[in-house]
């Protein structure tokens, strides 16, 4: 069973950035897409961005498009997530996920593993 093990996050002013981590405890994911998600208090949780497992085709949500930034690193099963440019509205807990397909998706259903969560604070 895969084991996504997030880090990073934390309080941040507006206009800052914050780097997420999420590492595949034992490279069984090194062959899937990855993806970050977030979820405000009283809102569902929302697509932010995807790559697959190369780490190519990357994709993000409009609301952060030019702000957030995935990656991957292959070597240390890792996958991030850059935030800069931070707003209030940024301001949710980030969920990393995986699948078990190599391919991107912005699709929370496709996803099969899920990390731990880390909140995430913007103050204006």
């Known amino acids: 069973q895969a084991q996504l093990i997030q880090s990073g996050g934390g309080l941040v002013q507006a206009g800052g950035s914050l780097r997420l981590s999420c590492t595949d405890s034992d490279g069984s994911l090194s062959n899937s897409a990855m993806g970050w998600f977030r979820q405000a208090p009283g809102k569902e949780r929302e697509f932010v961005a995807t790559?697959?497992?190369?780490?190519?085709?990357?994709h993000v949500a409009n609301s952060v498009k030019d702000r957030f930034t995935i990656s991957r690193d292959r070597a240390r099963n890792t996958v991030y997530l850059q935030m800069n440019s931070l707003e209030p509205e940024d301001t949710a807990i980030y969920y990393c996920a995986g699948r078990r397909f190599p391919s991107s998706s912005g699709r929370a259903y496709d996803y099969d593993y899920w990390g731990q969560g880390t909140q995430v604070t913007v103050s204006s």
């Open positions: 790559c697959n497992w190369s780490g190519g085709d990357p």
